[in-house]
């Protein structure tokens, strides 16, 4: 069973950096042919994929966060992390990390989310 864990600081400032990284236990981020994503939540909107990290570490992010994302991974540990830099509150969500195993299907394995609150 692959269980993903969110952790980072539940506040940010505005125009900081939101760091966050998710913990991969019960399989491994390099395994074929999985792709490792960050996904959102704000208050009151539906779902929003951010981006992800492939097994062989290709990254692909959502057109309108580009600019400001970065996701990277730590192989030796297990983790992979987000970054999204110059938030904004329109930033505030529910930050979730899943597992997608590519195609048509959609996320596999989910972990709990962690709520981002950017405020000053």
């Known amino acids: 069973q692959v269980q993903l864990q969110e952790s980072g600081p539940g506040l940010v400032k505005p125009s900081q950096t939101l760091s966050l990284q998710c913990t991969v236990s019960g399989g491994s981020i390099t395994t074929n042919f999985y792709y490792w994503s960050w996904i959102r939540q704000s208050p009151g909107k539906g779902l929003e994929w951010i981006g992800y990290i492939g097994y062989s570490g290709n990254t692909r992010y959502s057109p309108s966060l580009k600019s400001r994302t970065s996701i990277s991974r730590d192989t030796d540990k297990n983790q992979f992390f987000l970054q999204l830099n110059s938030v904004t509150p329109e930033d505030t969500a529910v930050y979730y990390c899943?597992?997608?195993?590519?195609?048509?299907?959609?996320?596999?394995?989910w972990g709990k989310g962690a709520l981002v609150t950017v405020s000053s």
């Open positions: 899943a597992r997608w195993g590519g195609g048509r299907g959609g996320m596999d394995y």
